[in-house]
C-alpha cells in the first residue's frame, strides 16, 4: 500500500503530512491511515499537537473520484458511498474531539471533504492563495462530512448559506475575512510560519489543552453546562502535577 501519509514528530508536535499524489483524495486506504494516526497521538501524551498538512499543490481536494465513480455504477452503490461519508463524519468528530490542538496547514485547495477535514480542526492557516470551498450543491449533493453543520457553526448561517448553496470558492485571504481560518499568509511564508504557531501551542500542557478544548466545545453542545465543565476541568487541573509545578513557578516569580 502506498504511503499516503507521514508522521515526523518534532518536540511535542506531530506533523502528519498527506502525500497522496495528485490532490490528497479521500479514499478507503488515506482515511484508515488518518484514524491510525489519529490513535497514535492521541495515545501519547507527549504529543500535545497534531499539525495536518499537505507535500501536494492541493491540500486535500475532497472524496477520491474514482470511489465515487465505482459508487455512481451500481445499484447498490448510494449505499456505499453514504457509508463512505458516514466514515469521514467518524473520524473529523474524532480529531474535533481529540484530547490535544490540531492544526490544519492549508497550502493549496481545501475543496469538499479536504476543507471538512481542515474545519475539524482547532485551527486553521491557509495561503492567501489557496482555494477554499464547499461546491457540492453543483453536482447535485451535500457536504455531509459535518460541512454544513460545522462552517454554520464557525461563520453564521448567512456566510454558511452563501458558501454551500452557491457552492462559492474563495481565496485563503477572503477565507480569513469570512472566518473559515483563523489565519492567512502567503504561500512561501506558510510552511515555517505553521511550524512556529504549532510549537506555541505545544508549550502548553497536554491537560490544559484538551481540559479547554472541552470547555470550548460546551459552549455550543446540546445539553452540556460550560459552566459547570469549566469548575469540573479546573478541579481536575488544580490536581495535576504540570499545572502545580507552573503555578508555584508563577507564584515564586511574583513573590520576588
Not at 116 to 124: K, M, P, Q, T
Not at 159 to 177: M, P, Q
Not at 206 to 225: E, Y
Request: charge should be negative; charged fraction near 25%.
Amino acid at each position: 500500500m502506498e504511503q499516503m501519509l507521514s508522521v515526523e514528530r518534532i518536540g511535542r508536535v506531530a506533523v502528519a503530512t498527506l502525500s497522496r499524489p495528485p490532490v490528497n483524495a479521500l479514499n478507503d486506504e488515506l482515511l484508515a491511515r488518518l484514524d491510525s494516526v489519529l490513535n497514535e497521538v492521541a495515545a501519547d501524551e507527549e504529543v500535545s499537537v497534531l499539525h495536518i498538512r499537505s507535500d501536494q499543490k492541493a491540500f486535500c481536494a475532497g472524496a477520491d473520484l474514482a470511489l465515487m465513480r465505482s459508487c455512481f455504477a451500481t445499484p447498490e452503490g448510494p449505499d456505499v458511498m453514504v457509508e463512505v461519508v458516514r466514515r469521514m463524519q467518524r473520524l473529523f468528530e474524532r480529531i474535533e474531539a481529540a484530547p490535544l490542538v490540531t492544526v490544519a496547514e492549508i497550502g493549496g485547495a481545501a475543496l469538499g471533504g479536504g476543507l471538512e477535514l481542515a474545519l475539524a480542526c482547532d485551527v486553521r492557516v491557509a495561503a492567501v492563495e489557496a482555494k477554499l470551498g464547499l461546491p457540492e450543491v453543483g453536482l447535485g449533493l451535500v457536504p455531509g462530512a459535518g460541512g454544513t453543520q460545522r462552517l454554520t457553526r464557525l461563520c453564521g448561517r448567512g456566510i454558511a448559506s452563501r458558501l454551500i448553496l452557491g457552492g462559492e470558492v474563495v481565496d485563503g485571504a477572503l477565507a480569513e475575512r469570512l472566518g473559515i481560518v483563523q489565519w492567512a499568509q502567503p504561500r512561501e511564508q506558510l510552511a515555517e510560519w505553521t511550524r512556529e504557531l504549532a510549537a506555541h501551542f505545544a508549550n502548553a500542557p497536554r491537560a490544559a489543552l484538551a481540559a479547554n478544548k472541552r470547555c470550548i466545545a460546551a459552549a455550543d453542545g446540546p445539553g452540556r453546562d460550560g459552566y459547570a465543565e469549566e469548575l469540573a476541568g479546573s478541579r481536575r487541573l488544580y490536581d495535576h502535577p504540570e499545572t502545580r509545578r507552573r503555578v508555584s513557578e508563577f507564584l515564586s516569580r511574583k513573590g520576588t
